[in-house]
């Protein structure tokens, strides 16, 4: 068993569908278009400032101007509708699963972390929503190092805080591109596909791959 579990946060723990979900009869037919393009210029936007090196943006701000593209793309969607969803996405609902996992693995004596893009606001307030304030050791967000992940200063903030080489972290993501990058760094890394998607990254196999966290604490 290893002694810390760190989970990603938005789509890993919490579904970014939820907000858009939400709302889907005011919505209408192409909600679920919307939901995947406000998700996808998210992340292509936190991974571009990424590369910028110096231009980092706070992750809220991105999920901003994420959505704003999307409305733009989906000429359907109601634009009045922008400030209930992004109040929803400070709620999101966690996976079903996840409450039960977590406190599973808490039982065993592990140590609990999340590591995310998003802000520490964003954080602080979806981990309060979902009731999982005690259940967590720490919370590591992009702000604490101005860049996001797979940047390799994103999974140091891991290592440096536990004091632990890089093979004692079991890491948690729905994203492949996140577990690409953590698998790099050294950690042990289980994909959750929760989507059913082929496997992008050949070369840097996960650890182990589920459907969904209910079984993670038979890995261990």
């Known amino acids: 068993m290893h ?17 858009v979900a939400r709302l889907a ?16 210029k998210q992340l292509e936007y936190s991974w571009v400032r990424s590369l910028m090196g110096g231009a980092h943006r706070n992750f809220w701000d991105l999920t901003e101007d994420a959505l704003d593209y999307a409305f733009q793309k989906v000429p359907t969607a109601d634009p ?20 039960s996992t977590l406190r599973a693995l808490r039982d065993r ?13 964003m954080l602080a307030r979806a981990v309060r929503s979902a009731g999982l304030d005690e259940v967590f050791d720490i919370v590591f967000s992009a702000e604490d190092c101005g860049t996001y992940k797979a940047a390799p200063a994103m999974y140091d903030l891991v ?5 632990l080489y890089p093979d004692a972290v079991s890491f948690q993501s ?31 196999q996960p650890s182990g791959v589920l459907p969904d966290l209910r079984d993670l604490p038979k890995l261990v």
Do not use: Q
């Open 3 to 19: 002694s810390v579990y760190v989970f990603d946060a938005y789509g890993t723990l919490f579904d970014t569908g939820a907000a």
């Open 25 to 40: 009869g005011e919505i209408g037919e192409d909600g679920r278009l919307l939901a995947d393009i406000w998700r996808r």
């Open 80 to 99: 009045s509708l922008r400030g209930r969803l992004l109040e929803a996405y400070r709620d999101l609902d966690t996976f079903e699963e996840v409450p």
């Open 109 to 121: 004596g592990a140590r609990l972390a999340i590591l995310s893009n998003g802000s520490r606001d």
């Open 159 to 163: 290592t440096t805080h536990f004091r």
């Open 174 to 204: 729905s994203n492949r591109w996140d577990i690409a990058g953590a698998t790099a760094f050294g950690f042990h890394t289980v994909w959750i596909n929760r989507g059913g998607e082929p496997d992008e990254y050949l070369d840097l």
